[in-house]
């Protein structure tokens, strides 16, 4: 596994979400392997709506968000997007990335820490469910304390991350043919699907809190992880890496349930942000400012939802890639023409 970059963490608060338009009951951190995102789920009488955001990193890790009934709001500055479907309601927007606070570097720093050496502990494509001693990560996960880690079973060519994707039934794509000059597959991996969407709505994850927990109590002085592996057979996630050289372009294709009804990108407020109509799909192309250091995501994001198969696409590439827009388009071209109608 490719080392965790957790640098990308900061300029996230992650008990903000953007315009403090959501207050937050609780999070947790999991690894997964998506752009820079929000999903805002609709709330059923009973349940808590479930958000997902993407911190800025490399080998990226999601957060999840858990949230009391509120609504983002939209945003007026020319640098921010907004999509709606047939019906006028906002399916995809832009937004900028939270303010990074002392409690967030905190929190991500320690939680980075022993995220990497729960996957140091694992074999690839081993998927766990763990628990820290550790005042300071649990004083803000009282409502779901046991966090997850993911160490992909890396793939080095194109047919085998296919065999893979139908095996676990992740989302299937074609290999693009039109990469930049010198481009070539690297990698490829699946992700697991959460192991517990609900996590303390769901008596399993309780349950599995609870054996944590009690281990971790029991245990003698200066013993502080806690790690059960979880099996698992499907996948909601396809990621691949093109690269030539210390170059590369990353696809990710993720899955959205029924109940997401928005997913918001962050973007740093310097970089532009551009509507594109891409073999008739609308997209979002986000690039980051000169002025300004660009997000772990990449130099160049693009995007966009397949709301018939409920599938979000994102490409993006490094900080200091020498690619444009039209490469991106390109990528983006075969995507859209290899996808089932």
Known sequence: MRELQDRGLKNMDMLTEPESVLKIQAFDVSDKVMEQVYQKTMLKKGNIGKVHFQPRITVPIMILL??????????????????????????????????????????????????EEVRDRLQPGEYAAYYVKDDSMNQNNLSNPALFAYKPAELSSFNSLQDEIKRTEAPLFSNPTHLPDGYQFEFGYVYPVTAYPGMMTKKEYRSLTDKLMQQAKAAPEGENLFIQRLSWDKSDSSFARYARGNDYVNITVTKYTSEVTKTTIMQNEQDSAEQLTIKGTKAYYIRASEASKPLEAGKNRLG????KRRLHYNISDNQDSPLNKEDLVKIAEDLLNGSPQ
């Open 66 to 115: 858990f949230v009391v009934g509120a609504s983002v709001t939209g945003y007026a500055a020319s640098q921010y997007l907004e999509f709606r479907n047939s019906k006028g309601d906002v399916v995809l927007n832009t937004a900028k990335t939270p303010t990074e606070t002392e409690a967030s570097k905190t929190y991500t720093s320690t939680y980075a820490r022993w995220n």
């Open 304 to 307: 966009w939802l397949d709301e």
